[in-house]
């Protein structure tokens, strides 16, 4: 159920214009993080991370990039009921539903030289390409099986209602058979393309503290928040969310 960044390498994909020109995708590089010098392991990641945000394509898609390429394991996800994407107006945004390949909605968006040059101005074609470099298609977290969910030890929702969805969702399922942890939090976060690349760096260096108390995660989770957010949130006065689940 996780994208390591193997699984990522070989998922590099194609996408057709609308002349039938076919484009190589690859996977985009970012930062990759310093690990904290307490980490000393082969295996960089002890946790999983899921990262949330509505449409699965733009704030989780960067942090799923971000930490993948960091060595985290991670998978990504959207609450929203389909994934909307800004359209030529307030009033005709572009729907598809959970599940559709990223490929897929690039070449509707692309259909036309018209659409093309439109949604490459609004920077949605390159939001598709991305998420179609990283993996097939957006996934809602609100379908996904409760025994995938419960394999995370983290789940990061970037913006306030999304932290009430995800919150309501593991308290509305039945308890699996492990009944482990799961820590919610919330970095909220606008959703546009440049905030989101921000915030995905942000969320990397939570996930490195997060990661040096692996083992012991429960005690030490909503201190590592707090300092968090004292130390490293100063450039906004919207708080970490922070809640205990357990699935």
């Known amino acids: ?65 971000v930490l993948n390429n960091a060595g985290l394991t991670v998978e990504s996800y959207g609450t929203g009921t389909t994934v909307r994407l800004p359209g030529k107006s307030a009033m005709e945004p572009r729907v598809f539903k959970f599940g559709t390949p990223y490929a897929k909605m690039y070449e509707s968006l692309s259909a036309t030289p018209e659409d093309e040059a439109f949604f490459l ?44 969805a995800v919150v309501e969702d593991l308290q509305m399922r039945e308890p699996t058979e492990n009944f482990s942890p799961i820590h919610v939090i919330c970095l909220d976060t606008k959703d546009n393309p440049h905030e989101a690349k921000i915030q995905g760096r942000i969320a990397l260096e939570l996930c490195w503290l997060l990661e040096a108390a692996a083992s012991d995660l429960v005690s030490e989770a909503p201190e590592i928040v707090n300092k968090f957010q004292e130390e490293r949130m100063t450039h906004t006065p919207i708080k970490v969310l922070y809640q205990l689940c357990y699935l």
């Open 1 to 65: 159920y996780v994208s390591t960044g193997k699984k990522m390498a070989d998922h590099d994909d194609d996408i057709n214009d609308q002349n039938g020109r076919t484009t190589r995708l690859y996977i985009p590089h970012t930062p990759p993080g310093t690990p904290p010098p307490e980490i000393h392991s082969e295996k960089k990641s002890h946790l999983s991370f899921g990262v949330v945000c509505s449409s699965n394509i733009n704030r989780s898609m960067e942090a799923h990039l």
């Open 121 to 164: 101005r609004n920077g949605v074609l390159q939001l598709c390409r991305r998420g179609a470099a990283v993996k097939e298609a957006p996934q809602r977290w609100q379908d996904t099986s409760s025994e995938l969910i419960s394999k995370h030890d983290v789940a990061i929702a970037f913006e306030e209602r999304i932290f009430d």
